[in-house]
């Protein structure tokens, strides 16, 4: 079995192929967990920390954020204030209106009267809000229909909702102005002072919801986490290929044959296999780790050794199943495309690339089944300081082991004993 291995490492080492997939898929994982992403967390439910989405243009579409039941409302902020700031995030903290607001000091009423027009058109919200260049002046004298001006966009009801909790809040600036003339405080400090002295709620779900509560930081993180298990079982994915062509070269030319008479089972042979899987796999992982060394360690979220410890275990998974595959149909081609579409398929649906808690229960059902989907809930666990983080991993980790390795031993046995 020794033998075996370090045969088969021999010529791993050999290809320029492995060292590529070494070296150059880590590297663009850690770039992808040093990208500053912002506004992912829109995507999901549920995040304790929601505030305004800044969106680059006024062109730029809201209807990318109405990826749940809150009413999505666009914002046309001329003003620019600590005032008009207050007042959004009051709002979008709510927790029913997801509020993306788009800075532009030059547009006036009219400007803003024709984009609504165009929006209403091309994009999808429940309402538009249009605030005034002058905003601190009207909210001073009390002109709350001309501080801003609110645009009906759908026949939602919670736009009334909206309106109301605009005006109150409006009344509430007005009153802090009045009193800052004379306490000689910002009327920015007194609604800061207001808000401390006003009683603080916590939510608790008892029932009916098995989200977790992120914040809006480790949802951004758990995304750029998301993109990086991509690029690392990509790597998993093309070195298992070239782990499997030893074998299927090895049944073309007999070797296992040959290897059987000396009294090594295939059990034995594919065990072999395994523990060779298991190298690279580390090998990858250790690359990974020391790419993490070069990006602050914030912005990961998690520490390193556990990021670590997560992308060799799932190396062993996809190593695993490239071999199962190889085996299964017996040439590189159709090894390498078999691998690579259970690659696309279990990425798209196990929530790397986007939440899947708003599809379907049979797309959520067969999310259940992909690896990548319980490394995502484990990350999300180890955020939370979950001790059960670990025990999740781990349990599925060997429960897939198990399974690609039977049924490749018994694989090779059969195809073995038909040639």
């Known amino acids: ?206 029932s009916g919801n098995d989200e977790k509560n992120l914040t809006k930081i480790q949802t951004d993180q758990k995304s750029n986490l998301g993109y990086a298990y991509v690029f690392m079982t990509l790597g998993y994915i093309l070195t298992g290929v070239i782990l499997a062509s030893t074998i299927i070269k090895e049944l073309s030319n007999d070797v296992i044959k040959r290897i059987r008479l000396a009294g090594t089972s295939e059990i034995t042979y594919f065990g072999a296999k395994f523990v060779s899987g298991v190298v690279i796999s580390l090998i990858l992982s250790v690359v990974f780790s020391i790419c993490t060394l070069f990006i602050d360690q914030d912005r990961i979220g998690v520490d390193r050794i556990s990021l670590c410890v997560m992308t060799f275990l799932l190396g062993l998974i996809f190593c695993t199943f490239t071999l199962f595959s190889g085996v299964l149909v017996g040439n590189i081609m159709g090894a390498t495309v078999t691998a690579f579409t259970v690659w696309c398929l279990s990425s798209m649906i196990s929530g790397l690339y986007f939440p899947i808690g708003g599809t379907s229960r049979f797309i959520q059902s067969l999310s259940a089944i992909m690896p990548q989907k319980w490394f995502m809930d484990g990350t999300v666990m180890l955020f939370l300081r979950d001790k059960g983080a670990w025990t999740v991993i781990l349990c599925v980790t060997v429960a897939y082991m198990v399974v690609f390795t039977g049924l490749g031993s018994v694989g090779l046995k059969l195809r073995n004993s038909d040639e």
């Open 1 to 206: 079995m020794i033998r075996i291995i370090k045969t088969t490492l021999k010529l791993l080492f050999r290809n320029v192929g492995f060292w590529l997939c070494a070296i150059c898929f880590p590297v663009l994982a850690t770039v992808m967990l040093n990208i500053q992403t912002e506004n992912q967390s829109y995507y999901y439910s549920y995040n304790v920390d929601m505030g305004v989405v800044e969106l680059e243009s006024k062109d730029e579409k809201v209807a990318y954020f109405a990826s749940d039941s809150k009413c999505v409302v666009k914002v046309y902020d001329a003003s620019q204030s600590k005032l008009c700031d207050h007042m959004l995030d009051k709002i979008a903290r709510s927790g029913l209106f997801k509020v993306g607001r788009s800075k532009n000091g030059e547009m006036t009423q009219a400007d803003a009267d024709k984009k609504v027009l165009e929006d209403g058109q091309d994009d999808r919200m429940g309402a538009a809000v249009y605030i005034d260049r002058d905003f601190d002046k009207h909210i001073k004298k009390g002109e709350y229909d001309k501080a801003l001006t609110v645009y009906v966009m759908s026949e939602d009801e919670r736009v009334e909702l909206l309106e109301e909790k605009l005006l109150y809040i409006m009344q509430k600036m007005h009153t802090a102005a009045a009193v800052s003339e004379r306490t000689g405080k910002t009327t920015a400090e007194l609604l800061l002072d207001m808000d401390e002295a006003a009683p603080r709620k916590t939510v608790r779900m008892l």
